[in-house]
């Protein structure tokens, strides 16, 4: 809904599990941003930890809580916030990463530039971000392009080595409503997301700037550290004949080949 200065309401979801240590740091970089019509919808995923607690450190209104009774998952807890969301569009951020503090108000001025020759109810606006240098080695930046107007989603994720972050996107809710994440998906979460976008007919706007500082914190029960290969092959063996077989061998290259050579080496050294 427009606000009375005629501003877009973003519903920013953040979904959480166990994560009462980084949360904070997620939700003061949504509340440092420079554009401020917003609301920001935490679901808790049945956490062990008092996130509530945490959440109740923080003295803004425009903060809603929402736990699940049960553990359900990473989708559903984005599902969760998206039926929940109140605004013309939606922004996902992982309790683990940041935003910088113009990531909101540069998307907004990209998608109001594209919305003239765009419906804006399909749009789906994603950015570079930025591999956290206090996680991993050094510091790098992805992707190095955006998708191209006619490159499928497979293509560009596999063949182009591009790459798509949950939490770098903002979108049109009636999209995301229509879209939804798959429900018990233990993996690929995200990319099963972006493709069904694009089967929703979503047009994909890139901004080549960093706006995202993605941490992907290293912990035992992070669904992306799985080192489950034959999931992997199941997943994408369900997409098997509406994406060329070139983006099939792109996914496996990159998703598949590691782990099974990782598994290989544990077998090996465990002989």
Not at 80 to 87: F, L, M, N, V
Not at 163 to 168: A, G
Not at 243 to 261: H, N, Q, S, W, Y
Request: charged letters at 20%; aromatic letters at 8%.
């Amino acid at each position: 809904m427009l606000g009375h200065d005629g501003k877009f309401l973003i519903s920013v979801i953040i979904p959480t599990y166990n994560r009462s240590d980084l949360i904070l740091r997620a939700i003061a970089s949504v509340i440092a941003q420079s554009y401020s019509h917003l609301e920001i919808i935490i679901v808790d995923d049945a956490s062990q930890e008092d996130i509530a607690g945490v959440i109740k450190q923080i003295d803004d209104c425009r903060i809603q809580y929402i736990r699940h009774p049960h553990n359900l998952g990473g989708s559903e807890s984005r599902n969760t916030g998206i039926k929940h969301a109140q605004g013309e569009l939606i922004a996902f951020l992982d309790s683990d990463d940041v935003w910088l503090p113009n990531k909101l108000q540069t998307q907004l001025d990209a998608v109001a530039q594209a919305v003239p020759q765009h419906n804006l109810h399909n749009l789906v606006c994603y950015s570079k971000f930025q591999l956290s240098p206090q996680v991993f080695y050094a510091q790098s930046i992805f992707p190095s392009q955006g998708k191209q107007t006619q490159e499928t989603i497979p293509h560009y994720l596999w063949v182009s080595r591009g790459e798509m972050l949950t939490s770098t996107l903002l979108i049109a809710r009636e999209l995301a409503l229509k879209t939804l994440f798959k429900p018990g998906l233990v993996k690929h979460q995200d990319l099963d997301f972006v493709m069904r976008l694009e089967q929703q007919g979503a047009t994909f706007i890139f901004v080549p700037q960093v706006l995202t500082i993605w941490h992907n914190e290293s912990r035992s029960d992070r669904t992306s550290k799985l080192n489950d290969y034959q999931f992997s092959l199941s997943w994408i063996d369900t997409y098997r004949g509406s994406i060329t077989d070139r983006a099939i061998k792109g996914f496996i290259l990159k998703e598949v080949a590691p782990k099974m050579l990782l598994d290989y080496q544990k077998k090996t050294a465990s002989n």
